[in-house]
């Protein structure tokens, strides 16, 4: 499966963008998604996942209550809703696809990754 991510730029902190992961080639409702984030001179860390169906969801304690994933089956796409934006959220954001069951914040076990987009929050 292929994976474009999109969405990302520039916003004051306490605003919000809503990141986009279109897919393609495999069937794209089999698999559970995943977003992760890089922050420089920083690991990559999970973010936000779902599962195939949508029914599973689990976020990193950092984002709760201000992230929200969610996917659009019949759109091949995943999206990450984005509110209440801080400084410390600036990162290349990446979203990526994998064929565990259910939900996972491993990075390990995500085969297919986007290229990332870029996420500013000035303060």
């Known amino acids: 499966v292929q994976l474009q991510a999109s969405g990302g730029g520039l916003v004051q902190a306490g605003g919000s963008l809503r990141l986009s992961c279109a897919a393609s080639?495999?069937?794209?409702?089999?698999?559970?998604m995943g977003w992760f984030r890089q922050a420089p001179g920083k690991e990559r860390e999970f973010v936000a996942a779902?599962?195939?169906?949508?029914?599973?969801?689990y976020y990193a304690d950092s984002v709760k209550g201000r992230f929200t994933i969610s996917r659009d089956n019949a759109k091949n796409t995943v999206y990450l809703q984005m509110n209440s934006l801080k400084p410390e959220d600036t990162a290349v954001y990446y979203c990526?696809?994998?064929?565990?069951?259910?939900?996972?914040?491993?990075?390990?076990?995500?085969?297919?990754w986007g290229q990332g987009t870029l996420v500013t929050v000035s303060s």
């Open positions: 080639g495999r069937t794209f409702s089999s698999y559970a």
């Open positions: 779902i599962s195939w169906s949508g029914g599973m969801i």
């Open positions: 990526a696809a994998s064929g565990r069951v259910g939900v996972t914040v491993e990075i390990y076990d995500y085969a297919y």
